[in-house]
């Protein structure tokens, strides 16, 4: 079921939240929805999950508008909030008893539901304790089951591995890419490396507007603007005329000496130019050995930190 947000925005007082967005999520993909604090997500998300109406605009769930048709996309949407609000005093089974009841779950299929619910997300080793009586792990495990316990057609999910240690984030990535496969999910999180292998396409959020959107291969390539080669140059009877050869090559802009690493170099290529050939055909020409030549790709945290910066 696709997602489709059209001018949207959200204005408290004279201060805009989000600001004219538009952008759509298709059944089968994972969306990375980044942004720092205060950038608009869990504004955007608590108005596609129809809990705040926004001042302009709409989203499209499937057929469904939410100016029109809110309970039927509360139906179709399981929502884990920021905030992962849980009855604490509850038992880990009545409570996900309790959530299947409140989202319509037919009687006869509440049972089957809970205990795929416990497998999947981990919960058997604490399914009779009370909620309170779980680590924050745990209780981020109980708020994903309640979001999956009625078989959602849509996942938001706001920081869904915040608590967890380092083993629990790799088994909620797997389910989440597993679920991905037929569902649409919208993923928040501030930790850029658990997007890259979760989500098939990143959206990046800023002062209310988007600023990015594209996997994360192309955000990069589109950040880093220019090629840089890390390159190692051997048997050359002089370094400077290393740096002087490559200074000449009509793809080069600007060649930087690496420090403390003997004959090896940082190069820029001109706009829009490779080195690679130009310098690989140097070497041969000079009888020089060229002992290493790769491609500097820009990481994600660099490409976050440029876009959300003022």
């Known amino acids: 079921m696709n997602i489709v947000v059209e001018n949207l925005t ?19 993909e994972i969306l990375g929805f980044l942004g720092p604090n205060g950038a608009g997500k869990t504004t955007t998300m608590k108005i596609i999950t ?3 109406a926004p001042s302009d605009g709409t989203v499209r769930i499937g057929n469904y508008d939410i100016h029109e048709n809110q309970d039927e996309i509360k139906k179709k949407i399981g929502y884990l ?26 009687k006869h299929k509440i049972h089957s539901r809970i205990v795929e619910m416990v497998q999947v997300c981990g919960l058997d080793v604490e399914k009779h304790k009370k909620i309170n009586e779980l680590s924050k792990g745990y209780r981020q495990r109980v708020g994903l089951a309640q979001a999956m316990i009625h078989d959602p057609e849509i996942l938001i999910l706001d920081e869904p591995t915040a608590g967890l240690d380092p083993n629990q984030i790799v088994e909620i990535r797997k389910l989440i890419k597993e679920l991905g496969r037929e569902k649409t999910v919208i993923l928040s999180t501030h930790i850029l490396p658990e997007v ?11 002062n209310g507007k ?11 390539k589109q ?26 090559l ?24 490779s080195s690679k050939r130009n ?16 491609p500097i790709e820009t990481k994600l945290e660099d490409v976050f930190r440029q876009l959300t910066t003022n």
């Open 50 to 52: 129809c809990f705040m």
């Open 81 to 106: 909030p920021e905030s992962n609000p849980l009855y604490q005093d509850m038992p880990v089974l009545e409570y996900l008893k309790f959530a299947a009841e409140l989202q319509g779950v037919e």
């Open 279 to 294: 310098i690989f055909n140097l070497c041969v020409s000079k009888g020089w050995v060229l002992g290493e030549l790769t």
């Open 210 to 220: 988007i600023v990015a959107d594209g996997t994360a291969d192309i955000l990069r």
């Open 10 to 28: 959200k204005k408290y007082y004279s201060q805009k939240a989000i600001d004219n967005i538009s952008f759509e999520v298709k059944t089968g």
């Open 223 to 248: 950040s880093q603007g220019q090629e840089i080669l890390k390159i190692e140059i051997n048997d050359a009877p002089d370094k400077n005329e290393i740096i002087s050869s490559l200074q000449n």
């Open 250 to 273: 009509e793809s080069v802009a600007l060649v930087d000496i690496i420090p403390d690493s003997g004959n090896m170099f940082l190069i820029n290529s001109k706009e829009g130019l």
């Open 196 to 206: 890259e292998a979760t989500c098939d396409r990143i959206l990046i959020i800023n």
